[in-house]
């Protein structure tokens, strides 16, 4: 049924979930949520979010150092590729660069180009975040070769020119829970065009729950209303849309069915 290619899960507060990880597990289950990936976004917390991800059937994770984290341990290529080679990781990430709230420090792009060059010796796929850094994101992929690997373009919410360049370095692009936000007719108007082998869906949990959830703690059960919009929004059955990303995403992450 339905794939959150991007989750936090060590992140969400229980409390809507009788304080029990395995409440909301079954909860995403009983919307039809059969498999995701727990997002790493620092080291510091690596562990600790490993060993929540490892027993749990259908979940997997990954591992990296988000570009919103300053002040996060660096870490270095061999310990990232080390760490992807574990059992339950599936990609290196989340990485990219954020301009949103600065003015485009180095540090990012440095830290971006060691994780793609990680996922090239790893051979995992990336998780990039990318938020007003269009040209830069996209010259780093290109400069570092990340064709090789690919990965996704997570809770996109840039234009298309910028879906059509990554898609053609044989990147995906996830659709978050804005696509249900009334003010984001730019997402829907993007989300149309992404070829639908190459279309994700994810919801960023605890993050960013789609209406008619907004504001609220989001988690992976919510992903069938992302789901829910794009099949609207592009004319398709929700059950297609539903096994293409599903495909999509294992084809990606290299996750048998």
Not at 63 to 71: A, E, L, N
Not at 140 to 147: V, Y
Not at 170 to 186: D, K, L, P
Not at 202 to 221: F, M, Q
């Given at each position: 049924?339905?794939f959150?290619?991007?989750?936090h899960?060590?992140?969400?507060?229980?409390?809507?979930?009788?304080d029990?990880?395995?409440?909301?597990?079954?909860?995403?289950?009983?919307?039809?949520v059969?498999?995701m990936?727990?997002?790493?976004?620092?080291?510091?917390?690596f562990e600790?979010?490993?060993?929540?991800?490892?027993?749990?059937?259908g979940?997997?994770?990954?591992?990296?150092?988000?570009?919103?984290?300053?002040?996060?341990?660096?870490?270095?290529?061999?310990?990232?590729?080390e760490?992807?080679?574990r059992?339950?990781?599936?990609?290196?990430?989340?990485?990219?660069l954020?301009?949103?709230h600065?003015d485009?420090?180095e540090?990012?792009r440095?830290?971006?180009?060691l994780?793609?060059?990680?996922?090239?010796?790893?051979?995992?796929?990336?998780?990039?975040?990318?938020?007003?850094?269009?040209?830069?994101?996209?010259?780093?992929?290109?400069?570092?070769?990340?064709?090789?690997?690919?990965?996704?373009?997570?809770?996109?919410?840039e234009?298309?020119?910028?879906?059509?360049?990554?898609?053609?370095?044989?990147?995906?692009i996830?659709?978050?829970g804005?696509?249900?936000?009334?003010?984001?007719q730019?997402?829907r108007d993007?989300?149309?065009k992404?070829?639908?082998?190459?279309?994700?869906?994810?919801?960023d949990?605890?993050?960013l729950?789609?209406?008619?959830?907004?504001?609220?703690?989001?988690?992976?059960?919510?992903?069938?209303?992302?789901?829910?919009?794009?099949?609207?929004?592009?004319?398709v059955?929700?059950?297609?849309?539903?096994?293409?990303?599903?495909?999509?995403?294992?084809?990606?992450?290299?996750?048998?069915?």
């Amino acid at each position: 049924m339905y794939f959150d290619s991007h989750c936090h899960l060590d992140r969400i507060d229980l409390a809507d979930f009788d304080d029990d990880l395995g409440t909301l597990l079954a909860r995403s289950r009983e919307q039809g949520v059969e498999n995701m990936v727990c997002i790493g976004v620092d080291l510091e917390s690596f562990e600790a979010m490993y060993r929540l991800v490892e027993p749990l059937e259908g979940v997997y994770a990954t591992v990296g150092v988000h570009p919103d984290y300053k002040d996060s341990r660096e870490p270095g290529i061999d310990e990232l590729v080390e760490l992807a080679a574990r059992d339950k990781i599936v990609a290196i990430g989340e990485t990219g660069l954020d301009y949103f709230h600065t003015d485009g420090p180095e540090w990012q792009r440095e830290r971006f180009r060691l994780h793609v060059e990680a996922a090239i010796r790893a051979d995992k796929p990336l998780v990039i975040h990318t938020r007003q850094a269009r040209e830069d994101t996209l010259g780093i992929l290109r400069e570092q070769g990340a064709e090789r690997v690919g990965g996704v373009l997570h809770c996109f919410t840039e234009d298309w020119d910028m879906a059509r360049q990554a898609i053609d370095l044989g990147f995906y692009i996830s659709i978050s829970g804005i696509v249900t936000f009334h003010q984001a007719q730019n997402v829907r108007d993007m989300a149309v065009k992404i070829p639908a082998d190459r279309l994700l869906i994810e919801t960023d949990s605890p993050w960013l729950a789609p209406v008619p959830h907004r504001g609220k703690t989001n988690y992976p059960g919510h992903v069938r209303l992302v789901a829910e919009k794009l099949a609207e929004i592009r004319g398709v059955p929700l059950p297609e849309l539903a096994a293409q990303t599903a495909d999509n995403a294992r084809r990606l992450f290299r996750i048998d069915a």
